[in-house]
Protein backbone atom coordinates (compact mmCIF):
# COMPACT_ATOMS: atom_id res chain seq x y z
CA UNK A 1 0.00 0.00 0.00
CA UNK A 2 0.97 3.51 -0.65
CA UNK A 3 2.62 5.63 1.74
CA UNK A 4 1.77 8.79 3.09
CA UNK A 5 4.88 11.17 3.25
CA UNK A 6 5.60 14.68 4.28
CA UNK A 7 9.41 15.44 2.86
CA UNK A 8 11.27 19.02 2.84
CA UNK A 9 9.64 20.01 5.21
CA UNK A 10 11.59 23.37 6.36
CA UNK A 11 11.33 24.65 10.34
CA UNK A 12 13.02 27.49 12.37
CA UNK A 13 15.22 26.79 15.54
CA UNK A 14 12.17 27.71 17.15
CA UNK A 15 9.89 25.07 16.01
CA UNK A 16 8.11 27.45 13.04
CA UNK A 17 7.02 26.38 9.72
CA UNK A 18 6.20 29.61 8.58
CA UNK A 19 6.70 32.83 9.70
CA UNK A 20 3.71 35.65 10.38
CA UNK A 21 1.70 37.58 8.09
CA UNK A 22 1.44 35.35 5.39
CA UNK A 23 0.15 37.50 1.93
CA UNK A 24 0.83 38.00 -1.64
CA UNK A 25 4.23 39.32 -0.57
CA UNK A 26 5.12 36.92 1.96
CA UNK A 27 3.84 34.01 1.10
CA UNK A 28 5.67 32.21 3.70
CA UNK A 29 5.17 34.56 6.62
CA UNK A 30 7.72 37.77 7.02
CA UNK A 31 11.15 35.85 7.51
CA UNK A 32 9.80 32.52 6.02
CA UNK A 33 11.84 32.23 2.85
CA UNK A 34 14.48 31.87 5.18
CA UNK A 35 13.26 28.11 5.82
CA UNK A 36 13.85 27.12 1.98
CA UNK A 37 17.17 28.69 1.14
CA UNK A 38 18.63 25.41 1.72
CA UNK A 39 16.54 23.92 -0.81
CA UNK A 40 17.22 26.50 -3.61
CA UNK A 41 20.98 25.99 -3.17
CA UNK A 42 20.30 22.08 -4.12
CA UNK A 43 20.80 21.16 -7.79
CA UNK A 44 17.22 19.16 -7.57
CA UNK A 45 16.20 22.95 -5.97
CA UNK A 46 17.54 25.18 -8.76
CA UNK A 47 16.37 22.64 -11.53
CA UNK A 48 12.60 23.36 -10.41
CA UNK A 49 13.78 27.07 -11.05
CA UNK A 50 15.19 25.65 -14.40
CA UNK A 51 19.09 25.48 -13.71
CA UNK A 52 21.28 23.11 -14.22
CA UNK A 53 23.81 23.98 -10.86
CA UNK A 54 23.63 23.46 -7.22
CA UNK A 55 24.86 21.29 -4.58
CA UNK A 56 25.29 17.96 -5.05
CA UNK A 57 25.32 16.50 -1.29
CA UNK A 58 23.46 15.30 1.39
CA UNK A 59 20.79 18.44 1.33
CA UNK A 60 20.14 16.92 -2.67
CA UNK A 61 19.90 13.85 -1.42
CA UNK A 62 17.22 14.26 0.94
CA UNK A 63 15.35 16.43 -1.41
CA UNK A 64 15.51 14.31 -4.27
CA UNK A 65 14.51 11.70 -2.40
CA UNK A 66 11.14 13.37 -1.18
CA UNK A 67 10.40 13.97 -4.75
CA UNK A 68 10.86 10.46 -5.57
CA UNK A 69 7.95 7.47 -6.06
CA UNK A 70 5.07 9.92 -5.69
CA UNK A 71 1.83 9.71 -7.15
CA UNK A 72 -0.10 12.53 -5.38
CA UNK A 73 0.24 15.57 -3.32
CA UNK A 74 -2.32 17.41 -0.78
CA UNK A 75 -2.47 20.57 0.49
CA UNK A 76 -4.28 23.08 2.48
CA UNK A 77 -5.86 26.30 0.63
CA UNK A 78 -3.28 28.56 2.23
CA UNK A 79 -0.42 26.88 0.46
CA UNK A 80 -2.21 26.54 -2.45
CA UNK A 81 -2.56 31.00 -2.64
CA UNK A 82 -3.13 33.84 -0.66
CA UNK A 83 -6.47 34.45 -1.83
CA UNK A 84 -9.74 33.41 1.45
CA UNK A 85 -13.26 32.55 1.69
CA UNK A 86 -15.07 32.33 -2.34
CA UNK A 87 -13.21 32.08 -5.20
CA UNK A 88 -13.06 34.90 -7.07
CA UNK A 89 -14.52 34.67 -11.14
CA UNK A 90 -10.95 35.48 -12.20
CA UNK A 91 -9.62 32.66 -9.30
CA UNK A 92 -5.66 31.91 -8.23
CA UNK A 93 -4.34 29.18 -10.52
CA UNK A 94 -1.42 28.85 -7.67
CA UNK A 95 2.36 30.29 -7.34
CA UNK A 96 3.86 27.88 -9.83
CA UNK A 97 3.14 29.28 -13.28
CA UNK A 98 1.31 27.23 -16.07
CA UNK A 99 3.55 24.09 -15.67
CA UNK A 100 3.61 23.40 -11.82
CA UNK A 101 6.73 21.03 -10.17
CA UNK A 102 4.13 18.14 -9.59
CA UNK A 103 3.37 16.28 -12.40
CA UNK A 104 0.67 14.34 -11.23
CA UNK A 105 -2.80 15.01 -9.14
CA UNK A 106 -2.89 17.41 -6.42
CA UNK A 107 -6.12 17.77 -4.11
CA UNK A 108 -6.78 21.24 -2.38
CA UNK A 109 -8.57 21.57 1.14
CA UNK A 110 -11.13 24.06 0.93
CA UNK A 111 -14.69 25.29 1.58
CA UNK A 112 -15.83 26.48 -1.41
CA UNK A 113 -16.66 24.96 -4.24
CA UNK A 114 -13.95 25.13 -7.42
CA UNK A 115 -13.48 23.09 -10.77
CA UNK A 116 -10.63 20.91 -11.72
CA UNK A 117 -7.78 23.09 -12.81
CA UNK A 118 -5.43 21.34 -15.65
CA UNK A 119 -2.13 22.98 -16.29
CA UNK A 120 0.75 21.47 -18.17
CA UNK A 121 3.36 18.92 -17.42
CA UNK A 122 0.27 16.18 -15.97
CA UNK A 123 -0.78 18.61 -12.81
CA UNK A 124 -4.38 18.86 -12.16
CA UNK A 125 -5.63 20.27 -9.38
CA UNK A 126 -8.65 19.16 -7.39
CA UNK A 127 -10.74 21.14 -4.82
CA UNK A 128 -11.84 19.06 -2.40
CA UNK A 129 -14.61 20.20 0.34
CA UNK A 130 -15.17 17.17 1.90
CA UNK A 131 -12.14 17.07 4.67
CA UNK A 132 -9.06 15.65 4.69
CA UNK A 133 -10.48 11.79 4.64
CA UNK A 134 -11.98 12.57 1.51
CA UNK A 135 -8.91 14.05 0.27
CA UNK A 136 -7.09 11.20 1.10
CA UNK A 137 -9.26 8.74 0.20
CA UNK A 138 -9.24 10.45 -3.30
CA UNK A 139 -5.33 11.08 -3.48
CA UNK A 140 -4.94 7.06 -2.97
CA UNK A 141 -7.22 6.42 -5.81
CA UNK A 142 -5.15 8.50 -8.49
CA UNK A 143 -1.82 7.46 -6.66
CA UNK A 144 -2.08 4.09 -6.80
CA UNK A 145 0.51 1.95 -5.37
CA UNK A 146 2.65 5.40 -5.73
CA UNK A 147 3.12 6.98 -2.42
CA UNK A 148 1.19 10.61 -1.03
CA UNK A 149 2.44 13.63 -0.02
CA UNK A 150 1.17 16.26 2.20
CA UNK A 151 2.66 19.47 1.17
CA UNK A 152 1.48 21.72 3.68
CA UNK A 153 1.41 23.82 5.15
CA UNK A 154 1.74 23.90 9.27
CA UNK A 155 -2.23 23.37 9.60
CA UNK A 156 -2.70 20.77 6.84
CA UNK A 157 -0.15 18.37 8.18
CA UNK A 158 -1.47 19.21 12.00
CA UNK A 159 -4.93 17.65 10.70
CA UNK A 160 -3.49 14.84 9.23
CA UNK A 161 -0.70 14.15 12.21
CA UNK A 162 -3.68 14.19 14.70
CA UNK A 163 -5.75 11.86 13.00
CA UNK A 164 -2.95 9.10 12.66
CA UNK A 165 -2.94 9.37 8.97
CA UNK A 166 1.19 10.53 8.70
CA UNK A 167 3.41 7.35 7.72
CA UNK A 168 6.99 9.15 7.75
CA UNK A 169 8.06 12.87 7.82
CA UNK A 170 11.27 14.39 6.89
CA UNK A 171 12.07 17.81 8.47
CA UNK A 172 14.56 20.54 7.92
CA UNK A 173 15.62 22.14 11.15
CA UNK A 174 17.29 25.28 9.40
CA UNK A 175 19.50 27.21 11.73
CA UNK A 176 17.10 30.48 11.97
CA UNK A 177 14.71 32.06 14.63
CA UNK A 178 11.44 33.43 13.30
CA UNK A 179 9.89 34.26 16.44
CA UNK A 180 6.38 34.18 15.51
CA UNK A 181 4.02 32.16 12.96
CA UNK A 182 2.62 28.98 12.57
CA UNK A 183 4.37 26.64 15.04
CA UNK A 184 4.33 22.99 13.49
CA UNK A 185 3.69 21.30 16.94
CA UNK A 186 2.05 23.47 18.52
CA UNK A 187 -0.78 21.42 21.16
CA UNK A 188 1.66 18.22 21.21
CA UNK A 189 1.55 15.98 23.28
CA UNK A 190 3.14 17.18 27.16
CA UNK A 191 6.16 14.49 26.01
CA UNK A 192 7.02 16.66 23.06
CA UNK A 193 6.11 15.93 19.54
CA UNK A 194 3.99 14.13 17.70
CA UNK A 195 2.85 10.88 19.60
CA UNK A 196 3.61 7.55 18.31
CA UNK A 197 7.19 8.42 15.72
CA UNK A 198 9.96 7.59 16.30
CA UNK A 199 13.15 9.29 14.83
CA UNK A 200 15.06 6.87 13.07
CA UNK A 201 17.54 9.25 11.30
CA UNK A 202 19.35 12.56 12.13
CA UNK A 203 21.83 13.83 10.11
CA UNK A 204 23.55 17.24 9.58
CA UNK A 205 24.69 19.29 6.54
CA UNK A 206 26.10 22.22 6.55
CA UNK A 207 23.05 24.15 6.23
CA UNK A 208 20.90 22.37 8.01
CA UNK A 209 19.94 19.03 9.96
CA UNK A 210 17.89 16.34 8.81
CA UNK A 211 15.19 14.89 11.11
CA UNK A 212 13.28 11.81 9.89
CA UNK A 213 10.33 10.74 12.18
CA UNK A 214 8.37 7.12 11.42
CA UNK A 215 4.98 5.69 12.77
CA UNK A 216 6.43 3.78 15.35
CA UNK A 217 5.67 -0.44 15.16
CA UNK A 218 2.23 -1.35 16.87
CA UNK A 219 3.44 -3.38 19.89
CA UNK A 220 2.67 -7.20 19.31
CA UNK A 221 -0.04 -8.45 21.82
CA UNK A 222 1.46 -10.18 24.71
CA UNK A 223 0.81 -14.45 24.76
CA UNK A 224 -2.11 -14.84 27.42
Known amino acids: MSRVRVNNFSVSLDGYGAGPRQSLDNPLGVG???????????????????????????????????EDGLGATIMGRNMFGPSRG??????????????????HPVFVLTSHARPP???AG???????????????????????????????????????????????????????LLGDGERLFAGASP???????????????PAVVHVRLCRAPVPAARPR
Do not use: K
Open 32 to 66: GHRLHDWLFATRGGRALMGHDDGEDGLDNRFFQAG
Open 191 to 205: GGGPPGYDCVELVSS
Open 117 to 119: LRL
Open 122 to 176: GTTFHFVQDGIHAALERAREAAGERDIRIGGGVHTIQQYLRAGLIDEMHLALVPV
Open 86 to 103: PWPADPWNGWWGQDPPFH
